[in-house]
């Protein structure tokens, strides 16, 4: 590494990160129907990097990440975006938070259809009556290879393209961070491939941050680090994560979740 990428480095892991939560708890229900979602969970996703959330079926981490997003409130806790705590916002700055400062990307691709990829692209920043960084843009469209459907239509995309349009549009606002939740669900294995590595190029080449629920041990290989719930509960992190450490880690969930099952029965 030279020393320009080191001092870059070096200046990514002081930096606040870009979200964190902080004894986060998520309760549903009460009474005998109380489902504890997330349990006194701390953990911050640094600012430069991509972060993969994982975990058994029921293990919170959809939970985690609409929280740490904005999207659900705490039931207890707290929620961060960089130095900014989300239960301190009313309804409308916290949705101009999520507008200016977070990103989404999810299985469903969210595309209008009667627009085409450009005006997707850009939507969110329209909608706000911003004008976006053309040149940003450009970059964006030329990672996403995206170039010559600009003036395509959803309907006109397969899957994986559709997807990137998605992903384009999340980044189109320099957000701080981008949610993606289980983004290649609806994908084949090659497209899903794609997607993932341009996530991954928008993190390393563009200094961009992401934060990515998934169930697949090879999609979270893709991430710089994986961190692990189980029960509500974050149990473990991994860093430079491959696709066979991560698969079987989640053995050894499967494992203990079946011993914790027989034990209550």
Known sequence: MNSTASASASVRETTTPAARV????????SGDTEVRALDGVSVDFRAGRFTAIMGPSGSGKSTLMHCAAGLDPLTSGAA?????????????????????????????????????????????????????????????????????????????????????????RAFASRPDVVFADEPTGNLDSRSGEEVLGLLGRAVRQMDRTVVMVTHDPVAAAHADEVVFLADGRLVDR????????????????????GLRRAVRS
């Open 22 to 29: 902080v004894d986060a708890a998520k309760v549903y229900g």
């Open 80 to 168: 961060y975006i960089g130095d900014t705590e989300l239960s301190s916002l009313d309804d409308r700055r916290l949705t101009l938070l999520r507008r200016d400062r977070v990103g989404f990307v999810f299985q469903a691709f969210n595309l209008l259809p009667t627009l085409t990829v450009a005006e997707n692209i850009t939507l969110p920043m329209d909608l706000a009556g911003a004008r976006g960084d053309a040149e940003w843009i450009d970059a964006l469209v030329d990672v996403v290879g995206l170039g010559d459907r600009l003036h395509h239509r959803p309907a006109e995309l397969s899957g994986g393209q559709q997807q990137r349009v998605a992903v384009a």
């Open 238 to 257: 991994m860093p430079a994560p491959t696709a066979d450490r991560v698969l079987d880690r989640m053995k050894a969930f499967d494992a203990a979740g």
